[in-house]
């Protein structure tokens, strides 16, 4: 079977394979937050699903809670009415709570000074706050052990030129 398609037909094809990818990202379960950064204009407005790790301090208002939310590819500013989980924020010292954030997407908020943020009204934790470890460097481990190696080539040295000088001193006596 020959696809040889007329150009007329050929870039209706195109454009519903365009349609398709732009539907399929908007209405896809989780986006990552590059995306809503990288081509806002596509996200404006619709209601997107991002996950990540609450970083910062979460910010009491009158009206509502502030907070940030980090995964792998960016942060993003979260509002929300009311607030009826506890969330913690990642430090140097702890991960902060990991959170799934449905809500509205805006490209600049007309309620917040025309910022980047999405407005939730459904967060769920997928786990809370834990104790952040801090394995040793693997570069500072490195450069310890050749300090290491060549303070006992030192030593070893200086024994052998302590001993040879013994030798001559004994030997010229
Ligand atoms: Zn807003």
């Known amino acids: 079977m020959s696809l040889s398609l007329r150009p007329k037909n050929r870039n209706l094809l195109l454009s519903f394979v365009i349609c398709l990818f732009y539907f399929s990202a908007v209405f896809s379960q989780q986006i990552q937050i590059k995306d809503l950064l990288n081509t806002p204009w596509v996200y404006d407005g619709q209601e997107v699903i991002v996950r990540g790790e609450v970083i910062g301090n979460v910010m009491k208002r009158k009206d509502g809670v502030w907070f940030n ?7 993003m500013g979260i509002w929300t009415e009311s607030l009826d989980v506890y969330l913690q924020g990642g430090s140097y010292n702890r991960t902060g709570t990991i959170v799934l954030v449905k809500g509205f997407f805006n490209r600049a908020c007309p309620k917040h000074g025309g910022q980047i943020d999405i407005h939730s009204n459904e967060i769920d934790i997928i786990s809370d706050s834990t104790e ?4 040793l460097d693997k570069g500072k481990l490195k ?3 050749l300090l290491g ?6 030593i070893v040295f200086n024994f052998i030129l302590i001993a040879k000088r013994k030798r001559w001193l ?3 006596a």
């Open 132 to 135: 952040r470890q801090h394995p």
């Open 69 to 75: 939310v980090l995964d792998e590819t960016g942060a």
């Open 149 to 154: 190696i060549l303070f006992l080539v030192a």
């Open 143 to 145: 450069i310890l052990t």
């Open 170 to 172: 004994k030997n010229s």
